[in-house]
């Protein structure tokens, strides 16, 4: 429902903003609570009269940044959006007669509504995957915890050395739709295997690269013993994602042939927000990082990160699987886009 009171200068500004940054009309509108026929009605009037201000405000001094600096602006933040704001100042500036200050970008990137923020890693769905996810939500939206208690989930991670700290802020509006895609790790860093269910922590092996061989090789010397051990009933499910090793034609044969034994989860595409595992990556990435002495290499890093996933509480990865009846549900309050998980 649109809003009945005059938009304020901030909420047209990041109306203008969202537009220029390529939102469309409808999730500007959804962005700042307003109709669509007012975000197309403020944007006309800003592109016509180089301001969008309420009809009734006072006269007052110009702005130094106007609807053509602003536009520069948009293509500035946009090329780079973990520019400060002394490089977004010294780009605008450039071959520019009509110079600002550093203070007066700043004011303006606030009015506009492109706060400093921290970056936001989710995965880019296409429409198709959106669909898929909400399927996938729908057909599991009854089950019970006891039912996840079953599933033994499953994921790899990339662990970097020389860690970047929190204060990266990237410029951006606020909501899901103004996201950054995930970022691969590079060479400096080390990549684990790992599992876990609601009974125990599994094993976590260090893996040089991730290939169709190799991961056969994890499944069958670690998965297959896992599931034995804590299912003995053959009533687990495995969980694990998409990625292109793990459908593999001799991957998915040696499933089948153990099919008696434990069943694999089916898995929507592009969904770490429904595995519990990427937040305990997080969690070991965190006991890492506040140890007194930092790794100073990679086999420090690894033997690190080994003996820290053995030192998880029990109440940590059990929350993890609790959690799943709300992961759910918040798939399909989001028509199956990406969630806060």
């Known amino acids: 429902m649109g809003k009945r009171k005059d938009l304020s200068d901030f909420d047209k500004g990041q109306i203008v903003m969202a537009r220029l940054l390529g939102q469309s009309i409808s999730k500007?509108?959804?962005l700042v609570g307003c109709?669509?026929?007012a975000v197309v009605g403020i944007y006309q009037m800003w592109s016509k009269e180089g301001k969008a201000v309420n009809r009734r405000q006072g006269h007052g001094r110009p702005r130094l940044i106007d609807a053509h600096g602003e536009r520069r602006l948009a293509c500035v933040v946009r090329s780079n959006r973990r520019a400060t704001v002394a490089q977004?100042?010294?780009?605008?500036?450039?071959?520019?007669?009509?110079?600002?200050?550093?203070?007066?970008?700043?004011?303006?990137?606030?009015?506009?509504?492109?706060?400093?923020?921290?970056?936001?890693?989710?995965?880019?769905l296409a429409r198709v995957h959106c669909q898929k996810r909400l399927q996938w939500?729908?057909?599991?939206?009854?089950?019970?915890?006891?039912?996840?208690?079953?599933?033994a989930?499953?994921?790899e991670s990339c662990f970097l050395l020389h860690y970047v700290d929190g204060r990266v802020r990237v410029r951006r509006l606020?909501?899901?739709?103004?996201t950054m895609g995930r970022i691969q790790a590079g060479k400096n860093s080390v990549m684990l295997w790992a599992m876990f269910c609601w009974e125990t922590l599994g094993p976590a092996i260090h893996v040089d690269a991730l290939t169709c061989t190799t991961y056969l090789s994890t499944v069958a010397d670690h998965v297959h013993s896992f599931m034995e051990t804590v299912f003995p009933d053959g009533s687990g499910l495995f969980q694990q994602d998409n990625v292109p090793c793990h459908k593999a034609k001799m991957v998915q044969e040696w499933f089948v042939e153990h099919n008696n034994e434990f069943k694999v989860l089916t898995?929507?595409?592009?969904?770490?927000?429904?595995?519990?595992m990427e937040h305990l990556w997080d969690v070991l990435d965190k006991q890492v990082r506040s140890m007194e002495a930092?790794?100073?290499?990679?086999?420090?890093?690894?033997d690190l990160l080994l003996t820290s996933w053995c030192q998880i509480p029990q109440h940590t990865f059990r929350g993890l699987v609790e959690s799943m009846p709300q992961r759910v549900t918040a798939v399909l309050a989001a028509n199956g886009e990406p969630t806060q998980y």
């Not at 520019?96 to 509504?113: A, I, Q």
Request: glycine fraction near 6%.
């Open 88 to 124: 977004i100042a010294e780009k605008v500036n450039a071959g520019s007669d009509r110079k600002v200050s550093e203070h007066t970008v700043h004011r303006t990137l606030l009015r506009l509504g492109l706060r400093g923020r921290r970056p936001v890693t989710v995965p880019m």
């Open 267 to 276: 898995w929507p595409p592009d969904s770490p927000d429904l595995n519990p």
């Open 174 to 178: 606020p909501g899901p739709g103004c």
């Open 35 to 37: 109709s669509r026929s």
């Open 153 to 155: 989930w499953s994921d």
């Open 28 to 30: 500007t509108a959804a």
């Open 137 to 151: 939500a729908h057909e599991h939206q009854n089950w019970t915890t006891e039912q996840w208690k079953k599933v």
């Open 294 to 302: 930092p790794p100073n290499n990679l086999q420090d890093l690894k």
